[in-house]
């Protein structure tokens, strides 16, 4: 086995652990006594970077920076177009924001 | 060499076009994924009476390690076949396959569970039948998923052995592999932990 294999599962291998953590830290957020609305944001965070480690690593995207702003710019711009929905579903339960208005 | 060779494009990125094709599928994945957490995220945050039937985390906290551990086990078949050794990337892409199988039975074996406690598509004990609906399409999506990309690495495994795919092919499909491991990422807290009965 070259050095350079060696090397490079040694990293798949921290990128490993590390996602692992963050996946058991999803879980201890779970338990915690806060605001569902802090969880569901603290949970989102952690998922985010975990995406982020394997997206980076394991797919190899930190090695092409083209590629990488091509899927990131794409990826975000759909998500961003998908948020149209939550002044709705808050207007549903409680009437804000619109009700409030005026 | 043909007349053509020096105006033949470059590929995009420098990403050959398989892996390209590839990567423009996870991107159209990503955004039929993230459709399905946003509607279900609205619908949550307009649904007063939600379920959080879920007591236990064991079962999900094993499906998660064994599909994280997955992603390694296809990066180190995928090293393997970059290094010529042939028989390690055939066994640690079977193992792959396994570990898929391992979590689709575990996912069932929830699916299940809920569905002996008297949850459908339409209706639950707990409170209101878009629980039901919303829970097991996403996950059901995502179990589809993995069932594919499980009959995929064996379909790719075997054409590796014979020759007929490489390095390259397995690299491709390992892509897929830790995309569907990384949409599990936000299936788990949106899905599970969010709902912990606590």
Known sequence: MTSETQSGMKKDLVVYLCILALAALQFVIAYQSIDPSQMFVRMLIVAVVEAALALLFFMHLAENRGLLWFVVIFTVFVLLAMQYGWTDSFRITSGAPWSKIG | ?198
Request: glycine share 8%; aromatic share 14%.
């Open chain 2, 1 to 198: 060499m043909g007349a053509h060779s020096g105006v033949m494009e470059k590929p995009a990125f420098s990403v050959p076009a398989k892996k390209m094709a590839m990567w423009v599928f996870i991107i159209a994945d990503t955004a039929t994924f993230a459709a399905c957490l946003f509607a279900y995220g609205f619908i949550r945050n307009a649904t007063p009476n939600w379920p959080r039937p879920f007591h236990s985390i064991t079962n999900v906290a094993l499906m998660t390690f064994i599909l994280v551990t997955s992603s390694l086990t296809m990066l180190m078949g995928v090293r393997a076949a970059r290094a010529g050794d042939k028989s390690g990337a055939l066994r640690w892409t079977f193992i792959t396959a396994a570990a898929g199988i391992i979590f689709a039975l575990l996912h069932l074996r929830e699916w299940l569970a809920l569905i002996d406690e008297g949850m459908t598509l339409f209706k639950n004990p707990w409170g209101t039948g878009l629980f039901g609906a919303s829970f097991f399409s996403i996950t059901g999506l995502h179990l589809t998923h993995v069932t594919g990309g499980v009959i995929a690495l064996i379909a790719v495994g075997f054409r590796y052995k014979s020759g007929r795919y490489n390095a390259d092919d397995l690299e491709i499909l390992g892509l897929y592999w830790h995309f569907v491991d990384m949409v599990w990422m936000f299936v788990v807290p949106l899905v599970y932990l969010l709902n912990l009965a606590h």
